[in-house]
Nanobody, 124 residues
Framework: QVQLVESGGGLVQAGGSLRLSCAAS????????MGWFRQAPGKEREFVSV????????YYADSVKDRFTISRDIAGNTVFLQMNSLKPEDTAVYYC?????????????????WGQGTQVTVSS
């Protein structure tokens, strides 16, 4: 059974950093694209970043480009999201997701597996 478990969220002041982790189990995740999404209160879920299958191409939402970095460990079973220069508008529940689609999928409906989410709160 595929499981994704996020960790690393918390409360941080604007300008600070956090590193989210997503531990994957129950599958061969080197063959999955791994993505991060977020959902703020009262807003729709939005794409944040993705790393393609086999540790390939990365892609970022414009709102986080040059501030966030996605990476994955060699085995491909853990994916990280390093978040720097955090802003209050980054406050959201962050979700890790796995997709069998090739390339860098940015649509949520292309992800079959989701974690439970981790809260990130950025104070001004």
């Amino acid at each position: 059974q595929v499981q994704l478990v996020e960790s690393g969220g918390g409360l941080v002041q604007a300008g600070g950093s956090l590193r989210l982790s997503c531990a994957a189990s129950g599958g061969t995740f080197s063959t999955y694209a791994m993505g991060w999404f977020r959902q703020a209160p009262g807003k729709e879920r939005e794409f944040v970043s993705v790393k393609g299958r086999g540790g390939g191409t990365t892609y970022y939402a414009d709102s986080v480009k040059d501030r966030f970095t996605i990476s994955r460990d060699i085995a491909g079973n853990t994916v990280f999201l390093q978040m720097n220069s955090l802003k209050p508008e980054d406050t959201a529940v962050y979700y890790c997701a796995a997709s069998v689609w090739a390339g860098t999928p940015i649509r949520g409906d292309r992800y079959a597996y989701w974690g439970q989410g981790t809260q990130v709160t950025v104070s001004s």
